[in-house]
């Protein structure tokens, strides 16, 4: 752990806010569109690496390709491409019976229907005596605890000890509590005075009757619920062990790149894999089943006979995408006779990243190899789509005032990382496509429109799975 690491633990709010803004710019720049430098290393609003002007248009990745989708319309396709699929109206994967303990962040594709009454006897809500009739009364020698089966009933004039959660004794009038009573030396039951007055009994008190939360064949939770932990209690406590959910999608992630490592410093022109490590646990957390992450080498042909061996039902490769040398995404899914459904986005960064079907079942996401343009790609492609299969609520869309301008692209949407401090966006520095260092400390991704944003302008922000604690962080 590092020392920030260790501190953080010891005092962290401040230190969180006060690491966090080591990464915002500190200067906002006055005017609307601003010219605060952003540290993106990589010109966003120029050519890319090149630094060349690029106002000639949106960016074109391949002029032999369809035109780049907006951003908008490639998440939506996005989202809808499952539902292309033969008999499948929804888009989402066959549910299938689940064991009760492997459904969170699954979707229920049946409602939750009580399979008993809850509670399913009466029971006492408090440690303390059950009486029958008015007091005082006769305590019974043996006690009603919790778990045990069904005792005598009581008499009128009885009492006996009973336990939160234990069966109510047959004819019991009340449940008295413990700190309302008292037995004399005669094992005899009292109401003690409270303040003024003594305690009272009415009949009821105390006692949770069968089926005051539900009766059995009671619709608790419809289809489509996200199974999040307080669902897994329900489930539980209304008599489940599987639950009739969408299974998550299964997802192959294929890394390319000969020029990566993976171990060890970057060395001769080798440099770490970063995405192999982010991307299983954050597809995880978008609610895929990540089923083998393999590095493939920058070989036409190994890539060929990973894609067309590959059962999973999404296939996400990383890098490749663009048209140098030993870019063989594309080529490779010309020759698999694939459907290119985006073929580049206008934003930055990220903009060459593709979804193709595969086969009638298989999506491929081809994210940019950059880092950042593969996040970027993972939240505009991967997310709306695993969401389909996995059939999985929307996202609430919200805004957020910018604190600092975030100058535009001039025709490509930007998604910028931020952090959120209050009823604000503070936009992070260091968000060059091939930078993980903002993101790193990121809550949300800002859609920053093409022209920019002004500072104090509303805009949307999309939450990190984690920052927004969401049920689909599911990082075992
Ligand atoms: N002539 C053009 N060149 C490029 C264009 C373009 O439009 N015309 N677009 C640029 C943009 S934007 C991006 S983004 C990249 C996309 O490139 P690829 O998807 O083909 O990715 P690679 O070339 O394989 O790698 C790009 C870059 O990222 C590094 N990389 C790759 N994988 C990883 C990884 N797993 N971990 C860390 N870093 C990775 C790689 O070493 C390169 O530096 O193309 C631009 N070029
Ligand atoms: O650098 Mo590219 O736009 O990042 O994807």
Same mark, same amino acid.
């Given at each position: 752990m590092t020392a920030h690491g260790t501190r953080a633990g010891e005092d962290s709010d401040d230190l969180d806010v006060e690491e966090a803004l080591a990464l915002v710019n500190e200067r906002p720049d006055r005017s609307a569109r601003g010219h605060t430098p952003d540290r993106s290393a990589d010109d966003h609003h120029s050519g890319g690496d090149t630094g060349r002007p690029d106002h000639g248009g949106p960016h074109r990745p391949h002029p032999s390709h369809r035109p780049a989708a907006t951003w908008a319309?490639?998440?939506?396709a996005a989202e809808r491409a499952p539902r292309h699929r033969a008999g499948s109206r929804t888009g989402h994967l066959t549910p299938v019976a689940v064991p009760l303990a492997a459904t969170l962040g699954l979707t229920l594709a049946?409602?939750? $229907?009580?399979?008993?009454? &809850?509670?399913?006897?009466?029971?006492?809500?408090?440690?303390?005596?059950?009486?029958?009739?008015?007091?005082?009364?006769?305590?019974? /020698?043996?006690?009603?605890?919790?778990?045990?089966?069904?005792?005598a009933p009581l008499t009128d004039g009885e009492a006996v000890r009973i336990a939160t959660g234990a069966r109510i004794p047959p004819d019991t009038t009340a449940v008295l509590r413990s700190e309302h009573g008292r037995t004399d030396g005669k094992g005899r039951l009292h109401i003690t005075a409270a303040d003024r007055a003594p305690h009272t009994v009415t009949p009821g008190q105390d006692i949770r009757p069968r089926g005051q939360e539900c009766r059995s064949g009671d619709q608790l939770l419809p289809v489509g619920t996200l199974v999040t932990p307080p669902v897994l209690g329900m489930a539980a406590a209304a008599?489940? $062990?599987?639950?009739?959910?969408?299974?998550?999608?299964?997802?192959?992630?294929?890394?390319?790149?000969? /020029?990566?490592?993976?171990?060890?410093?970057?060395?001769?022109?080798?440099?770490?894999?970063?995405?192999? #490590?982010?991307? #299983?646990?954050? &597809?995880?957390?978008?609610?895929?089943?990540?089923?083998?992450?393999?590095?493939v080498s920058d070989d036409e042909q190994a890539l060929y006979r990973a894609i067309t061996a590959c059962d999973a039902e999404v296939i996400v490769t990383t890098g490749g995408t663009a048209a140098g040398p030993v870019d063989h995404v594309h080529p490779t899914l010309r020759r698999i006779g694939a $459907?290119?459904?985006?073929?580049?986005?206008?934003?930055? #960064?990220?903009? #060459?990243?593709?979804?193709?079907?595969?086969?009638? $079942?298989?999506?491929?996401?081809?994210?940019?190899?950059?880092?950042?343009?593969?996040?970027?790609?993972?939240?505009?492609?991967?997310?709306?789509?695993?969401?389909?299969?996995?059939?999985?609520?929307?996202?609430e869309p919200y805004t957020l005032p910018l604190r600092d301008a975030v100058q535009g692209h001039p025709y490509d949407t930007r998604l910028i990382p931020v952090v959120l401090r209050g009823d604000r966006a503070l936009p992070l520095l260091y968000n060059g496509p091939a930078m993980l260092r903002g993101v790193a400390a990121a809550d949300a991704l800002a859609v920053v429109p093409p022209g920019g944003s002004g500072p104090g302008e509303e805009t949307e922000l999309l939450d990190l799975p984690w920052a927004s604690g969401g049920i689909g962080v599911c990082f075992t």
């Open positions: 319309e490639a998440r939506a049946a409602p939750l $229907d009580a399979l008993t009454d &809850l509670p399913s006897f009466d029971t006492s809500a408090m440690d303390g005596w059950a009486v029958s009739g008015p007091g005082p009364w006769e305590v019974r /020698e043996e006690g009603v605890l919790a778990g045990h089966a069904g005792h008599g489940y $062990d599987t639950l009739t959910a969408v299974p998550r999608p299964r997802a192959a992630v294929f890394v390319l790149g000969d /020029e990566l490592l993976g171990e060890g410093l970057p060395h001769d022109g080798l440099i770490r894999d970063a995405l192999g #490590p982010l991307l #299983p646990p954050w &597809l995880r957390a978008l609610g895929a089943e990540v089923t083998e992450v393999r590095r $459907d290119l459904l985006v073929d580049g986005v206008t934003v930055r #960064p990220g903009h #060459p990243m593709l979804l193709a079907r595969t086969k009638d $079942d298989q999506y491929l996401v081809g994210l940019p190899g950059n880092p950042l343009a593969a996040v970027s790609g993972l939240l505009t492609l991967a997310e709306p789509l695993l969401r389909t299969l996995a059939a999985r609520p929307a996202p």
